[in-house]
């Protein structure tokens, strides 16, 4: 009964009362891998669909995106400390002289949504950054980002750089003028055309 609170509040986007409700959760002793499931993950899973059907637009998506990070934030601690496991480690960012973030922050907050454990490197991100980062977190997909078509060739060299550091690690890339031919293209692991579907993405290419 009171997971639906949490799993409700993402939906209503009350981004400042969801951490008391999933403290008061926690409080009465309720399992974290639950309030995430079927608290957290849920209701965002939710909000792709409706978004997917047209029945939500990107505000309103950020908008829950933000609410499940404000109750992620609690139930992050306990996490580690035993309990849910991460659907796996994401690597993202926006890619060398690109700046564009929106898009980038918001695939990151789904994917966190959706149970994954997600390093964002940010903005304007150099190939070799990206390679570092693999490597100190352990990480099994990298997202990039990129919004203008001259920042594009700087995913190419990234899947370069990556696949000559002898990574063992999966691409998925996005952002409005990437398509799939391109991820092709680039040789890439797969493209998404939003933040719905990169969680989906994601949990194929995790498998
Ligand atoms: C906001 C914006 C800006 C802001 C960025 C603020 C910020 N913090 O991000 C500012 C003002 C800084 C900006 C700057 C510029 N911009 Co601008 N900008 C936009 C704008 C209006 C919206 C982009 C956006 O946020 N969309 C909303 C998000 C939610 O959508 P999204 O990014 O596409 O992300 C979704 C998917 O693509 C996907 N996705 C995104 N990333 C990823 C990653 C992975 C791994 C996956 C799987 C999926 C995925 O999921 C997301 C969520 O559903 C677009 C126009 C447009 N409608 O796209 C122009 C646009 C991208 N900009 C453009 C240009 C030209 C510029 C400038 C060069 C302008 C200038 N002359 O200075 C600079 C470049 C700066 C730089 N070096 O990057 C052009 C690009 C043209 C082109 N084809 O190359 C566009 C298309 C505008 C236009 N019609 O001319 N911009």
Redesign the pocket.
Known sequence: MAIKDVYQAVLDFEEDSIAGLIEKELAAGTNVDQLLQEGLISAMDAVGKSFSEGELF?PEMLMAAQTMKAGLEVLKPKLGAGGASSAGVIV?GTVK????????N??GMMLEGGGFEVFDLGVDVEPKTFVDAVKQHNAKIV???A?????MPAMEETVGALKEAGLNVKV???????TQAYADKIGASG?????PS?VE?ARNLAK
């Open positions: 990107v993202i002289g690109d700046l564009h973030d929106i898009g980038k918001l695939v997202g990039l980002s919004l203008l078509t001259t920042t998925m890339i996005g952002g409005a003028p990437v493209y998404s055309e939003d933040a990169a993405l």
